[in-house]
C-alpha cells in the first residue's frame, strides 16, 4: 500500500500526488491538515477551488508476491484409483474458472436446485437489497455533492407591530412570502468528494458481498448434494452390515443350543450386533437434518421442499480442475475484494475528516415575492431576492476535529489489519483445499485397495466353506469386513467430490465470467 500526500496542480485543475510518503497514512493526513494561519488563508482557499481533495488517494493493495500456495509447489496431477471415481485429476495452473462450475459433475438434479436455490434464497435475496440500498445512497451523497439544492417555498403570516396604530388601532397586517431559494457548498476541501469516494466504496463492498453470498450458496448446495449422497450410501451399507451381523449372532445362537459354542460367544456377537445398530441412528439423523439444510439452501420449508435422492454414481468427478495463479486470487476472491472496499471506504475516512478542518464555503442565492395582499403577489413591485456566501473556519471545537481525524486514522489501521488477514486466510483456505485434493486421492487409492483385498477374502472363504475348510462363521465375518471396507470407500470417494467443491469455493467461483449483474432483473 502506497500513500500519496494530495496537492494541487493550477494548471491541470486535479488532484496528482507528491512522491510517496510510505505505508503510513499518519504522515499523509498529518501533512495534509496542517493548521491554517490567516496569512495563507488566501492561498489555500485558491489551491482549494482548483480542486483538490485532502487526505491520501487510495491505492488498491499490491498482490502478494508469492509463486505458488503452500510450502511445496501444485502437483499437476493427483493420483489415481481403481474403480468407480478413481480416475487422476490435472490441476490446471492459469486455467480460468467457469461461471456454473457445478455443471461440471453432470448431474441435471444438481443444477436444478442450485436454480432453485439461486431464485429463493432469502440470504441471497437480503444481500440484492442492501446492494440496492448502497446504490441509492451513493446517489444521494453524489446528488448532494455534485449539485445545488434548490427549494420552493410560500409563507402566510399575519403580523401586528406593538406600538403601532392604524385609525386608532393596532397596527395588523397580512404578509404573503413565496420564494425560490438556491444554496451550493463548494467543496473546496475535498470533503464532499472523498464522501462520495466513501459511498462509492460502500456500493463496491456490498457488491462483493452479494457475490460472497452467491459463492456460498451454490457451494453450500453442491457440498450438500453430495452429502447427501454419502450419507445414504452409509445408510445403506451399515444396514448391509447389520443383517450380516444379525445372520452370525443367530448361527452363533444356534450353536451354542446344540453344545458346539459357549454363552460367551453368544454374548460376544449381540454385543457386535448392538455396536452396529448404535451407529444408524447417528447416521439417519445427520441424513434427515442434510436435507433439512438443502430445503433451507432452496428458500423453502423442510416440510414443503421436493428433493432428489442423490447417488455418487450418477455424478461425474471433473477430471480437469482449473487452479487460478496466487497474484490473482486476491482480485477472484468475493471477501478479499470486500475487505479491500472497506479499506477504501476507511481511506476516504481520512479525507472527510481531514476536509473537517479546513474552510467551508457556501453560496446562497434567493428570488421570490413578497406582498401584504395575496393579489399582490408576483407582481414587480413585491420583487425580493439576495445573493451571498458563507465562509466559515473552525476554530476551537475542544479537540473533536483533530480526535475524529485521529479516529479515522485508527479505523484504516483496523481495515488495513482485517484486509491483510482476509488475503493470509484465503492462501491457507487454497494451500489447504490443493493439499487435500492430492492427499484424499491417495486415500482413495489405499481404501481402494483396501476394497478389493476384502472382497478377494470373502471369495476366498466362499470358496473354502464349499469344500468344508472353513466355517459359515469365518464367511459371514469376511463378509462383514467387506462391507465396512464399502462404507469407507464411498466416504472416500465423496472427499473427492467435496474437495473439488471447496477448490471452485476458495478460487472465487468464477463470478467474473457473468455477462449480466446479479441485482439485474435477469439474476443470473
Same mark, same amino acid.
Given at each position: 500500500?502506497?500513500?500519496?500526500?494530495?496537492?494541487?496542480?493550477?494548471?491541470?485543475?486535479?488532484?496528482?500526488?507528491?512522491?510517496?510518503?510510505? +505505508?503510513?497514512?499518519? +504522515?499523509?493526513?498529518?501533512?495534509?491538515?496542517?493548521?491554517?494561519?490567516?496569512?495563507?488563508?488566501?492561498? !489555500?482557499?485558491?489551491?482549494?477551488?482548483?480542486?483538490?481533495?485532502?487526505?491520501?488517494?487510495?491505492?488498491?493493495?499490491?498482490?502478494?508476491?508469492?509463486?505458488?500456495?503452500?510450502?511445496?509447489?501444485?502437483?499437476?496431477?493427483?493420483?489415481?484409483?481403481?474403480?468407480?471415481?478413481?480416475?487422476?485429476?490435472?490441476?490446471?495452473?492459469?486455467?480460468?474458472?467457469?461461471?456454473?462450475?457445478?455443471?461440471?459433475?453432470?448431474?441435471?438434479?444438481?443444477?436444478?436446485?442450485?436454480?432453485?436455490?439461486?431464485?429463493?434464497?432469502?440470504?441471497?435475496?437480503?444481500?440484492? =437489497?442492501?446492494?440496492?440500498?448502497? +446504490?441509492?445512497?451513493?446517489?444521494?451523497?453524489?446528488?448532494?455533492?455534485?449539485?445545488?439544492?434548490?427549494?420552493?417555498?410560500?409563507?402566510?403570516?399575519?403580523?401586528?407591530?406593538?406600538?403601532?396604530?392604524?385609525?386608532?388601532?393596532?397596527?395588523?397586517? %397580512?404578509?404573503?412570502?413565496?420564494?425560490?431559494?438556491?444554496?451550493?457548498?463548494?467543496?473546496?476541501?475535498?470533503?464532499?468528494?472523498?464522501?462520495?469516494?466513501?459511498?462509492?466504496?460502500?456500493?463496491?463492498?456490498?457488491?462483493?458481498?452479494?457475490?460472497?453470498?452467491?459463492?456460498?450458496?451454490?457451494? %453450500?448446495?453442491?457440498?450438500?448434494?453430495?452429502?447427501?449422497?454419502?450419507?445414504?450410501?452409509?445408510?445403506?451399507?451399515?444396514?448391509?452390515?447389520?443383517?450380516?451381523?444379525?445372520?452370525?449372532?443367530?448361527?452363533?445362537?444356534?450353536?451354542?443350543?446344540?453344545?458346539?459354542?459357549?454363552? =460367551?460367544?453368544?454374548?460376544?456377537?449381540?454385543?457386535?450386533?448392538?455396536?452396529?445398530?448404535?451407529?444408524? /441412528?447417528?447416521?439417519?439423523?445427520?441424513?434427515?437434518? +442434510?436435507?433439512?439444510?438443502?430445503?433451507?439452501?432452496?428458500?423453502?420449508?423442510?416440510?414443503?421442499?421436493?428433493?432428489?435422492?442423490?447417488?455418487?454414481?450418477?455424478?461425474?468427478?471433473?477430471?480437469?480442475?482449473?487452479?487460478?495463479?496466487?497474484?490473482?486470487?486476491?482480485?477472484?476472491?468475493?471477501?478479499?475484494?470486500?475487505?479491500?472496499?472497506?479499506?477504501?471506504?476507511?481511506?476516504?475516512?481520512?479525507?472527510?475528516?481531514?476536509?473537517?478542518?479546513? /474552510?467551508?464555503?457556501?453560496?446562497?442565492?434567493?428570488?421570490?415575492?413578497?406582498?401584504?395582499?395575496?393579489?399582490?403577489?408576483?407582481?414587480?413591485?413585491?420583487?425580493?431576492?439576495?445573493?451571498?456566501?458563507?465562509?466559515?473556519?473552525?476554530?476551537?471545537?475542544?479537540?473533536?476535529?483533530?480526535?475524529?481525524?485521529?479516529?479515522?486514522?485508527?479505523?484504516?489501521?483496523?481495515?488495513?489489519?482485517?484486509?491483510? %488477514?482476509?488475503?493470509?486466510?484465503?492462501?491457507?483456505?487454497?494451500?489447504?483445499?490443493?493439499?487435500?485434493?492430492?492427499?484424499?486421492?491417495?486415500?482413495?487409492?489405499?481404501?481402494?485397495?483396501?476394497?478389493?483385498?476384502?472382497?478377494?477374502?470373502?471369495? !476366498?472363504?466362499?470358496?473354502?466353506?464349499?469344500?468344508?475348510?472353513?466355517?459359515?462363521?469365518?464367511?459371514?465375518?469376511?463378509?462383514?469386513?467387506?462391507?465396512?471396507?464399502?462404507? =469407507?470407500?464411498?466416504?472416500?470417494? =465423496?472427499?473427492?467430490? !467435496?474437495?473439488?467443491?471447496?477448490?471452485?469455493?476458495?478460487?472465487?467461483?468464477?463470478?467474473?465470467?457473468?455477462?449480466?449483474?446479479?441485482?439485474?432483473?435477469?439474476?443470473?
Amino acid at each position: 500500500m502506497i500513500w500519496r500526500y494530495p496537492r494541487c496542480d493550477r494548471n491541470r485543475r486535479k488532484v496528482c500526488s507528491d512522491p510517496p510518503l510510505g +505505508n503510513s497514512v499518519r +504522515n499523509a493526513v498529518r501533512n495534509a491538515s496542517a493548521p491554517v494561519t490567516v496569512p495563507k488563508l488566501a492561498g !489555500l482557499l485558491l489551491a482549494l477551488l482548483s480542486g483538490c481533495a485532502t487526505g491520501p488517494d487510495f491505492q488498491a493493495p499490491e498482490a502478494p508476491r508469492t509463486k505458488q500456495y503452500g510450502h511445496e509447489p501444485t502437483p499437476r496431477s493427483t493420483a489415481s484409483a481403481a474403480g468407480e471415481h478413481g480416475e487422476a485429476q490435472q490441476l490446471l495452473a492459469g486455467r480460468d474458472i467457469p461461471l456454473e462450475w457445478w455443471s461440471l459433475f453432470h448431474s441435471k438434479e444438481l443444477d436444478g436446485l442450485v436454480q432453485q436455490g439461486l431464485a429463493g434464497s432469502p440470504t441471497l435475496g437480503a444481500a440484492v =437489497a442492501a446492494l440496492q440500498a448502497a +446504490n441509492e445512497n451513493y446517489s444521494a451523497v453524489a446528488g448532494t455533492a455534485y449539485f445545488p439544492q434548490l427549494d420552493a417555498s410560500f409563507e402566510a403570516r399575519r403580523q401586528k407591530i406593538t406600538g403601532a396604530t392604524f385609525g386608532g388601532r393596532a397596527f395588523t397586517f %397580512n404578509l404573503f412570502t413565496a420564494s425560490l431559494a438556491l444554496s451550493y457548498d463548494l467543496d473546496v476541501a475535498g470533503g464532499q468528494s472523498r464522501e462520495v469516494e466513501a459511498a462509492g466504496a460502500e456500493v463496491e463492498y456490498e457488491r462483493f458481498q452479494l457475490e460472497a453470498a452467491y459463492l456460498s450458496l451454490t457451494s %453450500n448446495i453442491a457440498a450438500v448434494a453430495i452429502q447427501d449422497a454419502s450419507l445414504r450410501a452409509s445408510v445403506a451399507a451399515t444396514n448391509d452390515i447389520l443383517k450380516t451381523e444379525q445372520e452370525q449372532l443367530d448361527i452363533v445362537q444356534r450353536r451354542f443350543e446344540l453344545g458346539a459354542l459357549t454363552q =460367551a460367544d453368544v454374548l460376544a456377537q449381540r454385543t457386535r450386533v448392538s455396536q452396529t445398530r448404535v451407529l444408524l /441412528p447417528p447416521l439417519e439423523k445427520a441424513l434427515a437434518q +442434510n436435507r433439512h439444510l438443502l430445503a433451507i439452501l432452496l428458500g423453502k420449508l423442510p416440510s414443503e421442499a421436493t428433493l432428489p435422492e442423490f447417488d455418487l454414481a450418477k455424478l461425474k468427478l471433473p477430471e480437469e480442475l482449473p487452479v487460478s495463479l496466487p497474484s490473482v486470487l486476491a482480485k477472484q476472491r468475493p471477501d478479499i475484494r470486500a475487505a479491500q472496499a472497506l479499506l477504501h471506504q476507511a481511506c476516504a475516512g481520512v479525507g472527510v475528516a481531514t476536509a473537517d478542518l479546513y /474552510p467551508r464555503i457556501t453560496l446562497t442565492g434567493e428570488v421570490g415575492s413578497q406582498a401584504s395582499l395575496l393579489d399582490d403577489l408576483f407582481k414587480s413591485a413585491s420583487l425580493i431576492w439576495g445573493i451571498g456566501a458563507d465562509v466559515l473556519q473552525p476554530i476551537f471545537h475542544g479537540g473533536e476535529l483533530r480526535a475524529r481525524r485521529r479516529a479515522a486514522i485508527a479505523t484504516f489501521n483496523v481495515a488495513s489489519a482485517r484486509y491483510r %488477514n482476509t488475503v493470509l486466510h484465503a492462501f491457507q483456505e487454497v494451500a489447504d483445499v490443493l493439499h487435500a485434493i492430492e492427499s484424499d486421492a491417495s486415500a482413495l487409492d489405499a481404501q481402494a485397495q483396501a476394497a478389493t483385498d476384502a472382497r478377494n477374502s470373502l471369495q !476366498l472363504a466362499q470358496e473354502q466353506l464349499r469344500v468344508g475348510a472353513v466355517s459359515y462363521l469365518t464367511l459371514l465375518d469376511a463378509q462383514r469386513q467387506y462391507e465396512q471396507t464399502q462404507v =469407507a470407500l464411498v466416504q472416500a470417494r =465423496a472427499a473427492r467430490f !467435496l474437495d473439488t467443491v471447496a477448490l471452485f469455493q476458495a478460487l472465487g467461483g468464477g463470478w467474473w465470467n457473468r455477462v449480466h449483474p446479479l441485482d439485474s432483473t435477469d439474476g443470473n
